[in-house]
């Protein structure tokens, strides 16, 4: 495979279920070693274009291209899968579970157990180790289901949800793991829809609505093509929205900063205004202005200002 190709191309695929269009004409592709955040609320067609990437379900229209050749059954052992809907054998151990899914991955047990006692001690189990499943809480359920996906030592990485049921000092552990997988080489495409995490993690990002990809492209790049026009304003002036402000859409204002007379707001100027406006009107008032400042959107204000009829 060229290693400048991605290694993952989708072309116009759709799929339906009867009546309903659960995925429609989405194209993106991943390029090698990076982080793909594929977002969106539940029930936006995630988990149906994730089961056409593992073959699992079979595109009506469109073609999926896997390490630079059209997705086969022999490429599914280099790809490492943690589905939404989970499931382990509760009455097994750690161990024994984790080295049959290594197993089934092509490893031979011996190879199976190594990677799996590697990966217990990289996320803090290896206490767990000889544990049965059913005795773990489910944040630790969750990061045996998490290491099951990378015995087999895959290309890509697919996790639909993967923060799910995790408490915060583990979310931070996830979020470590990742950008070491990252920095490994791995490719990963994270399903989420929680978006302050992707914004975070992810490279570039696809944000699906209603089985439609709506927007794409890097978070730096989605975040400046938007124009949502947000300002911070530190001033001695009582900014509020009305005829005194007509550039004004909508403000918030924290409390008084010291014991002077500035606060800092929050502008929402109104469509088509320049902040310099803004800066204008300050002057003619003689306000004091110690700071004036853009406010990129964040991912979540860019997917509602894209699904907005």
Same mark, same amino acid.
């Given at each position: 495979?060229?290693?400048?190709?991605?290694?993952?191309?989708?072309?116009?695929?759709?799929?339906?279920?009867?009546?309903?269009?659960?995925?429609?004409?989405?194209?993106?592709?991943?390029?090698?070693?990076? #982080?793909?955040? *594929?977002?969106?609320?539940? !029930?936006?067609? /995630? $988990?149906?274009?994730?089961? %056409?990437? =593992?073959?699992?379900?079979?595109?009506?229209?469109?073609?999926?291209?896997?390490?630079?050749?059209?997705?086969?059954?022999?490429?599914?052992?280099?790809?490492?899968?943690?589905?939404?809907?989970?499931?382990?054998?509760?009455?097994?151990?750690?161990?024994?579970?984790?080295?049959?899914?290594?197993?089934?991955?092509?490893?031979?047990?011996?190879?199976?157990?190594?990677?799996?006692?590697?990966?217990?001690?990289?996320?803090?189990?290896?206490?767990?180790?000889?544990?049965?499943?059913?005795?773990?809480?489910?944040?630790?359920?969750?990061?045996?289901?998490?290491?099951?996906?990378?015995?087999?030592?895959?290309?890509?990485?697919?996790?639909?949800?993967?923060?799910?049921?995790?408490?915060?000092?583990? #979310?931070?552990? *996830?979020?470590?793991?990742? !950008?070491?997988? /990252? $920095?490994?080489?791995?490719? %990963?495409? =994270?399903?989420?829809?929680?978006?302050?995490?992707?914004?975070?993690?992810?490279?570039?990002?696809?944000?699906?609505?209603?089985?439609?990809?709506?927007?794409?492209?890097?978070?730096?790049?989605?975040?400046?093509?938007?124009?949502?026009?947000?300002?911070?304003?530190?001033?001695?002036?009582?900014?509020?929205?009305?005829?005194?402000?007509?550039?004004?859409?909508?403000?918030?204002?924290?409390?008084?900063?010291?014991?002077?007379?500035?606060?800092?707001?929050?502008?929402?100027?109104?469509?088509?205004?320049?902040?310099?406006?803004?800066?204008?009107?300050?002057?003619?008032?003689?306000?004091?202005?110690?700071?004036?400042?853009?406010?990129?959107?964040?991912?979540?204000?860019?997917?509602?200002?894209? #699904?907005?009829?």
């Amino acid at each position: 495979m060229d290693s400048k190709a991605p290694i993952l191309r989708v072309e116009a695929v759709s799929k339906a279920f009867g009546s309903v269009q659960a995925v429609d004409s989405v194209s993106l592709q991943v390029e090698s070693g990076e #982080v793909f955040g *594929l977002l969106g609320p539940n !029930g936006a067609g /995630k $988990s149906t274009l994730l089961r %056409m990437l =593992l073959d699992i379900y079979r595109p009506d229209l469109g073609s999926i291209e896997l390490f630079g050749h059209r997705l086969s059954r022999r490429d599914l052992d280099s790809i490492g899968y943690l589905p939404e809907t989970r499931g382990l054998y509760l009455r097994r151990s750690v161990i024994q579970v984790l080295c049959y899914l290594g197993e089934l991955k092509g490893l031979s047990k011996t190879e199976a157990i190594e990677s799996a006692d590697y990966w217990l001690e990289a996320l803090g189990m290896t206490a767990s180790r000889d544990s049965k499943i059913k005795t773990l809480s489910k944040g630790n359920q969750q990061k045996i289901q998490l290491i099951s996906t990378l015995l087999a030592r895959p290309r890509l990485l697919i996790w639909d949800e993967p923060f799910s049921g995790l408490d915060p000092l583990n #979310v931070v552990l *996830l979020r470590d793991l990742i !950008g070491r997988l /990252k $920095s490994g080489g791995i490719s %990963m495409i =994270l399903s989420t829809h929680l978006m302050a995490q992707a914004q975070a993690l992810c490279d570039r990002v696809g944000l699906l609505h209603a089985g439609r990809l709506v927007r794409h492209g890097s978070v730096a790049q989605l975040r400046g093509e938007l124009g949502v026009n947000v300002v911070q304003v530190q001033t001695d002036a009582a900014l509020a929205h009305g005829e005194l402000w007509p550039m004004i859409a909508e403000v918030q204002a924290s409390a008084p900063i010291g014991t002077g007379k500035e606060r800092l707001y929050t502008v929402h100027l109104t469509d088509g205004a320049d902040p310099n406006a803004l800066l204008q009107a300050l002057a003619e008032r003689s306000a004091r202005v110690s700071l004036l400042r853009p406010v990129k959107p964040s991912l979540e204000e860019i997917f509602l200002h894209a #699904v907005q009829p």
